[in-house]
């Protein structure tokens, strides 16, 4: 039967006369191989021997001599590639589906989509059977939320998904234009990028790039939240290798993400217990996290990096959190505090020296 041994390359190639549906020229389908299996001699006949192959099994269709050659799928011919046979497989399948849509290359959702169609149509094959309907009831039993308010996600443009995945995943430079908040000018910035890695936290997606600098030579890293990006098109220039990022380095000790964050150091916490326990009993902030029990309460000492995020934690928790050392951190949220309190007592904005 045909596709039962076909190769990454066979599918692909079969894809792509699918997702065109006319004549598709030998050059126009090395241009959109060559990124992902390579720009050699060899790879060039590789990707000769598997048009052969198919079309010897009659699957496609071809005309022309030489460069001017041309290929199209047959539809009738065309294999099915997605096959899914087990009632936990598909399970899996349709979480993937709904929880990580965000994470995966345009071609692998694609791919995914497929399945879970298939998966459905599995899952719906026995109306009866005890597995198939514990299989059907998965989706209604886990769900990821937001931990703070529940905002409605910014709108993601499809072809822009795309792009940035498409470079991600075949490692291609991007062209990107943006359009950033902190300066003045409602006209989005233009540049090329090289993409490093696709970051969702909370309900808004980040693009991490980088460009090397005109002046050091060394990278110098972005962050891009997607919703901004005005445009993007994956190029055919093979991106830039920083070798120096690391994802899990990048999310668990650089914490970019918590938004301005400064060198690690110890804080205090003094926590206040009323009417029931704080939830910070069951949570850590660091892995040398220390609690003393106090007559109101209790005292966390942590070490962290103070940030943004996390002074936006500590005010979110007042009255009944307060922080107390370092001392200059403790000054800044209590100003903060203090513009706050006078503002919902005369119920507008005070203006300060700085306005």
């Known amino acids: 039967m045909a596709g039962e041994d076909f190769t990454p390359l066979h599918w692909d190639v079969l894809e792509m006369l699918q997702r065109d549906?006319?004549?598709v020229s030998s050059r126009m389908l090395y241009e959109w191989l060559r990124p992902r299996y390579g720009y050699s001699a060899s790879s060039s006949k590789t990707m000769q021997r598997a048009l052969q192959r198919l079309l010897q099994d009659g699957v496609v269709?071809?005309?022309?001599?030489?460069?001017?050659?041309?290929?199209?799928?047959?539809?009738?011919?065309m294999p099915g590639k997605a096959e899914?046979?087990?009632?936990?497989?598909?399970?899996?399948?349709?979480?993937?589906?709904?929880?990580?849509?965000?994470?995966?290359?345009?071609e692998a959702l694609r791919t995914l989509r497929e399945h879970c169609d298939r998966s459905r149509e599995l899952l719906a094959s026995h109306p009866t059977y005890?597995?198939?309907?514990?299989?059907?009831?998965?989706?209604?039993?886990?769900?990821?939320?937001?931990?703070?308010?529940?905002?409605?996600?910014?709108?993601?443009?499809?072809a822009i998904m795309g792009a940035l995945t498409d470079a991600l995943y075949r490692n291609t430079s991007l062209d990107l234009g943006y359009q950033n908040v902190a300066v003045s000018t409602n006209a989005p910035v233009h540049y090329r990028v090289s993409p490093l890695a696709l970051i969702e936290r909370g309900s808004v997606l980040y693009l991490v790039s980088c460009r090397r600098s005109r002046r050091s030579g060394k990278f110098v890293r972005y962050l891009h939240r997607i919703d901004r990006i005005t445009s993007a098109v994956a190029t055919h220039e093979p991106a830039d290798t920083d070798t120096g990022f690391d994802l899990e380095r990048f999310l668990r000790q650089e914490h970019t993400l918590l938004f301005f964050p400064e060198a690690p150091q110890r804080?205090?916490?003094?926590?206040?217990?009323?009417?029931?326990?704080?939830?910070?009993r069951y949570y850590r902030l660091s892995e040398d996290q220390v609690i003393k029990e106090t007559r109101e309460g209790?005292?966390?000492?942590?070490?962290?990096?103070?940030?943004?995020?996390?002074?936006?934690?500590?005010?979110?928790?007042?009255?009944?959190?307060?922080?107390v050392k370092p001392a200059y951190l403790r000054k800044e949220i209590q100003a903060v505090l203090a513009q706050g309190a006078s503002a919902y007592l005369t119920g507008d904005f005070v203006q300060t020296a700085a306005d």
């Open 21 to 23: 549906g006319g004549w």
């Open 61 to 77: 269709d071809c005309r022309g001599q030489g460069s001017a050659r041309s290929w199209r799928g047959i539809p009738e011919k």
């Open 84 to 106: 899914v046979k087990s009632v936990e497989l598909a399970v899996a399948l349709l979480q993937l589906e709904q929880f990580a849509s965000n994470q995966l290359p345009a």
């Open 130 to 158: 005890p597995r198939y309907l514990q299989g059907r009831a998965w989706r209604g039993k886990a769900a990821i939320i937001d931990s703070g308010f529940p905002l409605i996600a910014p709108e993601q443009d499809e």
């Open 267 to 280: 804080v205090t916490l003094k926590v206040r217990e009323r009417d029931f326990r704080s939830r910070l």
């Open 298 to 323: 209790f005292e966390i000492v942590a070490t962290v990096r103070p940030s943004l995020t996390f002074k936006q934690f500590v005010l979110g928790l007042a009255p009944d959190v307060m922080l």
